[in-house]
């Protein structure tokens, strides 16, 4: 079936260091990715996305990478800060056309001061 | 400017009781979108509105759940007879697109529904 799946739950690292979130996929069907953060007791919300037309995406301090050769898409984010900390998701729209999105279980990041 | 609203935030039920939850999307926001969340998961999809239009209930989960949003704008997530797996964070987002386009959804913060 249609899964969207994260391979670490937790990634621990120092302020100012690189973050890489990684995410799998399965569906060759979806053509729009999205990364989104959650804060504790609110909801998701737009980091970036990429459509399946590009393989990288640059925004502030992030950069998304789309491998659809093996279904993998990441997330950096530069410079880590303590307000990063946060549950990371990757999402994909599967092979609908009404938008809904399918997401992963998500990654915890921990900013480590 | 106003992002997407929910209210309640917090509603605790008995077993067995209905309960309604409340999604303002963004002003002139097409779709409209129910997700739900349980602890320590991603948000599953529920049910799609584009404007008026229910176009997709296929996420949920049984007869006991049912969405509206009559005027297109305002939705309405009612769920019957509430279970004790109902307990979760029911999310709403909209989205100024329509069907097959490609746009950002703006999630609202969110009711954490116990049933108890």
């Known amino acids: 079936g249609e899964s969207v799946g994260l391979h670490l739950p937790t990634l621990s690292v120092q302020e100012g260091d690189n973050s890489i979130i990684n995410c799998a996929y399965s569906?060759?069907?979806?053509?729009?990715f999205i990364w989104y953060k959650q804060e504790s007791g609110k909801g998701p919300q737009f980091i970036i996305d990429?459509?399946?037309?590009?393989d990288k995406r640059q925004g502030q301090r992030v950069t998304v990478l789309l491998n659809k050769t093996v279904k993998h898409l990441s997330l950096q984010i530069a410079a880590t800060q303590p307000g990063d900390s946060a549950v990371y998701f990757c999402?994909?729209?599967?092979?609908?056309?009404?938008?809904?999105?399918?997401f992963g279980q998500g990654t915890t990041l921990q900013v480590k001061p | 400017g106003a992002g997407v609203s929910q209210s309640p935030r917090y509603k605790v039920a008995k077993r067995g009781q209905d309960v309604a939850l409340r999604c303002d999307p963004i002003?002139?926001?097409?779709?409209l979108f129910w997700y739900q969340q349980a602890l320590g998961q991603g948000p599953e999809f529920l049910t799609y509105?584009?404007?008026?239009?229910?176009?997709?209930k296929s996420g949920l989960p049984s007869d006991r759940f049912f969405a509206e949003r009559p005027e297109g704008s305002v939705s309405t997530l009612k769920i019957q007879r509430t279970q004790q797996e109902d307990s979760a964070v029911y999310l709403c987002?909209?989205?100024?697109?329509?069907?097959?386009?490609?746009?950002?959804?703006?999630f609202g913060p969110g009711t954490r529904l116990t049933v108890t």
């Open positions: 509105f584009q404007n008026e239009a229910q176009l997709d």
């Open positions: 569906n060759s069907a979806s053509d729009y």
């Open positions: 987002a909209s989205s100024l697109v329509g069907l097959a386009g490609f746009g950002e959804q703006y």
């Open positions: 999402a994909e729209n599967g092979s609908s056309n009404t938008g809904k999105l399918i």
């Open positions: 002003s002139g926001h097409v779709s």
């Open positions: 990429i459509r399946s037309n590009m």
